[in-house]
C-alpha cells in the first residue's frame, strides 16, 4: 500500500500561522515532487503549489505567494506546507500528492499518489 497522510490541519483565528505535514507510507518520496491542493466547500479542487526534489517551490496560486511556503524533509519522508497570516478565505481541505517525476512542470495526470486531506478552518 502506498499512501500520503496530511496532518496539521486546526481551526484558527485569522492571523495564524499552521504548519501542515504530507508524510509518505509504503514509499520513498525524495525523488518526487510534491504538489498541494485546497478545496473550500461548494469549490473545486484549487492547485496552490508544488515543491521540486530539491525542495524549490512554484507557486500556482498568486493569491498565497506571501504568505504560504513548501518545504520537504526527505530524510522524514515528509513535505510540508507553512500557511501565514491565515485569513477566513483560507478555509478549506488542504490535500498533498506527490508525482512520478522530481520536477514541478509535470502534467498533473502524473499525480499519482494523494492523501486524504486535513481541514483547516479560520475564524474571523
Known amino acids: 500500500q502506498l499512501f500520503l497522510v496530511e496532518s496539521g490541519g486546526e481551526s484558527v483565528q485569522s492571523g495564524a500561522s499552521l504548519r501542515l505535514s504530507c508524510k509518505a507510507v509504503g514509499y520513498n518520496l525524495a525523488y518526487k515532487a510534491i504538489v498541494w491542493f485546497r478545496q473550500a466547500p461548494g469549490q473545486e479542487r484549487e492547485r496552490v503549489l508544488c515543491i521540486d526534489a530539491n525542495g524549490r517551490t512554484e507557486f500556482f496560486a498568486d493569491s498565497v505567494q506571501a504568505r504560504f511556503t513548501g518545504s520537504r524533509v526527505n530524510a522524514v519522508n515528509t513535505g510540508y506546507l507553512h500557511l501565514n497570516d491565515l485569513r477566513p478565505e483560507d478555509t478549506a481541505v488542504y490535500i498533498c500528492?506527490?508525482?512520478?517525476?522530481?520536477?514541478?512542470?509535470?502534467?498533473?495526470?502524473?499525480?499519482?499518489?494523494w492523501g486524504q486531506g486535513t481541514q483547516v478552518t479560520v475564524g474571523s
Open positions: 500528492a506527490t508525482a512520478r517525476y522530481a520536477g514541478c512542470d509535470q502534467d498533473p495526470e502524473l499525480y499519482d499518489i
